[in-house]
């Protein structure tokens, strides 16, 4: 088995290669195209951001009628509904008017207009490239990760002063879950019918947990760190266990942190939660049977039946389809072979017992032809 610094080595090369692989999305012609459409829209304050919601809960990116051309060379569909947000009046104050409200400030908002904006979704043009672009939330499902997340759901409740509960993701505005600091808990959309996300999700909300939480050091970080820091040590997480979530939490990961700074500033915080996660993960896997097949041969081989000893041949195979590193490809490889060469010893010890206890059975002949004599 790994000793204890290989398992560390292999801790800090995921951490590492989520770095470069987020670093080299950024990097990317596609995301720079994204990041330039972002500074395309207005930023809106909560209040419009909420007015926008209350109108149109399904809005992604609003814009007025006269940006949609300009800017995207999109038009407003004959028809569409106008999303209404607060515009404020900016006027320029006389010196009186600077005594009356006690300011030195040459211009203040005296009021608010209701100006029309449309979502991307009521026009048509040429394509505008979103979050949607990076963020894919099509995973493959992977053996046991169902009952891996039971197992750390129950660990949680059971065993830590978190609270994980469920409810359905209709009640989530979109999100997958998300972690609530003044109750301490953990709240996950239980009916995401992908149970890897499903499992990634735990994950990202307890990686909030232990660095955004009310007592945490890290707790008045700005939410696109916040955000970077959740999304990788979900991301080390599942690759620890042999499931590769690039596709989503890159791309979550790279549409909160646009600045290269924040993105080595926050992963260089998660090294501790990481390595606590996946001790958690491994002890709970255990538990739940499913490292058998990482057993070192040498020791056990000997005293599986037939039936285990195919099994563990089977599990050792998926495990090197499933592995991360090359490292870790080499050592199941190793196993694989010791399994396979104790059921080539077996079978031969079989035959030359049957052909003992059988002399009456000839040896089939050398010579091709000879196949087809009666």
């Given at each position: 088995?790994?000793?204890?610094?290989?398992?560390?080595?292999?801790?800090?090369?995921?951490?590492?290669?989520?770095?470069?692989?987020?670093?080299?999305?950024?990097?990317?012609?596609?995301?720079?195209?994204?990041?330039?459409?972002?500074?395309?829209?207005?930023?809106?304050?909560?209040?419009?951001?909420?007015?926008?919601?209350?109108?149109?809960?399904?809005?992604?990116?609003?814009?007025?009628?006269?940006?949609?051309?300009?800017?995207?060379?999109?038009?407003?569909?004959?028809?569409?509904?106008?999303?209404?947000?607060?515009?404020p009046i900016i006027k320029k104050l006389t010196p009186a008017e600077q005594k009356h409200l006690d300011t030195t400030d040459e211009r203040a908002i005296v009021g608010y207009r209701y100006l029309p904006v449309f979502d991307v979704a009521q026009t048509s043009g040429e394509p505008v490239l979103s979050a949607k672009d990076f963020v894919k939330e099509n995973l493959a499902d992977h053996q046991n990760v169902t009952s891996l997340y039971n197992a750390f759901k129950d660990y949680l409740n059971q065993q830590t002063d978190l609270k994980v509960s469920e409810v359905s993701?209709?009640?989530?505005?979109?999100?997958?879950?998300?972690?609530?600091?003044?109750?301490?808990?953990?709240?996950?959309?239980?009916?995401?019918?992908?149970?890897?996300?499903?499992?990634?999700?735990?994950?990202?909300?307890?990686?909030?947990?232990?660095?955004?939480?009310?007592?945490?050091?890290?707790?008045?970080?700005?939410?696109?760190?916040?955000?970077?820091?959740?999304?990788?040590?979900?991301?080390?997480?599942?690759?620890?266990?042999?499931?590769?979530?690039?596709?989503?939490?890159?791309?979550?990961?790279?549409?909160?942190?646009?600045?290269?700074?924040?993105?080595?500033?926050a992963l260089s915080e998660i090294q501790q939660v990481s390595n606590k996660v996946i001790e958690l993960s491994d002890g709970l896997t255990k538990q739940l049977g499913l490292q058998e097949a990482q057993k070192e041969p040498e020791h056990d081989l000997k005293k599986l039946s037939?039936?285990?000893?195919?099994?563990?041949?089977?599990?050792?195979?998926?495990?090197?389809?499933q592995a991360t590193s090359p490292q870790q490809k080499a050592q199941f490889k190793k196993q694989l072979n010791d399994v396979h060469q104790e059921i080539s010893e077996r079978t031969q010890k079989q035959l030359k017992s049957f052909a003992e206890q059988h002399p009456e059975i000839k040896q089939p002949d050398s010579e091709p032809d000879q196949r087809l004599k009666r």
């Open positions: 088995m790994p000793n204890k610094a290989d398992v560390k080595a292999w801790k800090a090369q995921l951490v590492a290669q989520a770095e470069q692989q987020i670093l080299k999305l950024t990097d990317s012609d596609q995301f720079k195209q994204y990041l330039n459409t972002l500074a395309k829209f207005h930023r809106y304050s909560a209040r419009n951001i909420d007015l926008i919601y209350a109108q149109n809960p399904q809005a992604t990116q609003v814009a007025g009628f006269k940006q949609w051309q300009k800017a995207f060379n999109r038009t407003v569909n004959r028809g569409a509904k106008a999303i209404r947000i607060a515009a993701l209709a009640t989530l505005n979109g999100a997958k879950g998300y972690f609530q600091p003044n109750t301490n808990e953990i709240v996950i959309g239980g009916d995401e019918p992908d149970n890897a996300l499903k499992l990634k999700t735990l994950y990202h909300e307890y990686a909030h947990s232990q660095l955004h939480g009310l007592k945490s050091a890290f707790k008045d970080r700005p939410r696109a760190y916040q955000e970077t820091q959740a999304e990788a040590v979900a991301y080390v997480a599942m690759q620890n266990i042999g499931v590769d979530t690039s596709n989503y939490s890159l791309g979550y990961v790279a549409t909160w942190a646009k600045d290269k700074a924040v993105i080595h500033s037939a039936h285990d000893l195919n099994k563990s041949y089977q599990g050792l195979q998926q495990q090197i389809q």
